[in-house]
């Protein structure tokens, strides 16, 4: 689905507090987007009374409830809301009882209307107010959970390479006269894996700083063909891991899909390494590319031993450690990755494992670009 987002100026965006609190804070775009709300309401409800000979305004009470409610759930904290509900309360009475455009504070019964609309605005305003800000609080707290999870599964993948790369050059420079050549290949050689490792781990952090945090990080994309992306993506894996056998397979129509291509390929590349590292048995991967309706799907196919079932639900919020008998290799912060990187395409990543054997992770990407979504 597209998000309408509008792009406001840093100066309408800068918040004014009143009597030191967040609560009664008010910024130009509250200000705007407040009063925009009101007159809708106002001169949607003189149009209704103006095709209704009877003059009936009975549905008027329940528009300016609209107003106020909407108020609340677009603007930060109470002010406005409960501006709006005053202004609401007093319209009612001013423009929209008989006698019209008249002060009617005097009629019966108005005291106790006047009263009970107001108390109810002003609880819908105060309401909602506190519902978004309850629900900004608990999507705060999974953002903090978030990070506190990748940041253990950083340190982790950083410290055991690293570990493994003093250990093997202390032995060089202490016992270097005792090591047969072999034995110091050997040594080089895991110096050399794990140092690779590290670099693997910088990119995804990088990738990461690419993005920004949270729910609203967003990415510049533009049209590209994801064909080379995979074939990037494909190409340095096989040098990599040259005795696995991977197989390409791309559809015969050609499709742009918008999208930030140095990212994608981290995508694919973490997950084509995850399939060698982690499926542990795995001889042969196959990567796809097709079109579903308005998606692009990328799979990643292997034969490796799978996901172990007590990992499915977790696989991509950062908690995933090393698995038994591979102490140096964490899935964690990878497939974290490729979760955030995907949610900045707004795209859809899933992983599953095969009847018979292997795992299966499936990208989903949008091939309609959202025009709105880098105005936020």
Known sequence: ???????????????????????????????????????????????????????????????????????????????????????????????????????????????????????????????????????????????EKIHSNLLRAVSHDIRTPLTGIVGATNVLLEQDDTLTPQQRRELLKNANEDAQWLIHIVENLLSITRIGAGEDAQVTKTPEAAEEVIEGAVGKFRRQYPQIDVRVELPEEFFLVPMDPLLIQQVMTNLLENAAVHGVTTTRVVVSLEKQGKWARFTVCDNGRGIPEGRLHNLFDGTQSAQKGDSTRSMGIGLSVCKTVVAAHRGKIKGENIKGGGARFTVDLPLEEDEHEDQG
């Open 1 to 143: 689905m597209k998000r309408f987002q509008i792009r406001w100026p840093d100066e309408w965006l800068r918040r004014t507090r009143l009597f030191r609190t967040d609560l009664l804070s008010y910024s130009g775009k509250d200000f705007i987007v407040s009063v925009s709300l009101y007159l809708i309401s106002v001169g949607f409800c003189l149009v209704l009374r103006n095709f209704d000979p009877n003059n009936d305004t009975s549905y008027v009470s329940m528009i300016f409830l609209l107003d106020v409610f909407l108020t609340a759930l677009l603007t930060d904290g109470f002010f406005f809301s409960l501006t709006i509900a005053v202004f609401a309360v007093l319209s009612v009475d001013y423009i929209f009882t008989p006698p019209f455009w008249e002060v009617s504070f005097t009629l019966a019964g108005f005291p106790l209307t006047f009263l009970v609309m107001m108390t109810i605005c002003v609880a819908t305003g105060i309401v909602t107010s506190r519902a978004k800000k309850v629900s900004e609080m608990e999507r705060e707290a999974e953002r």
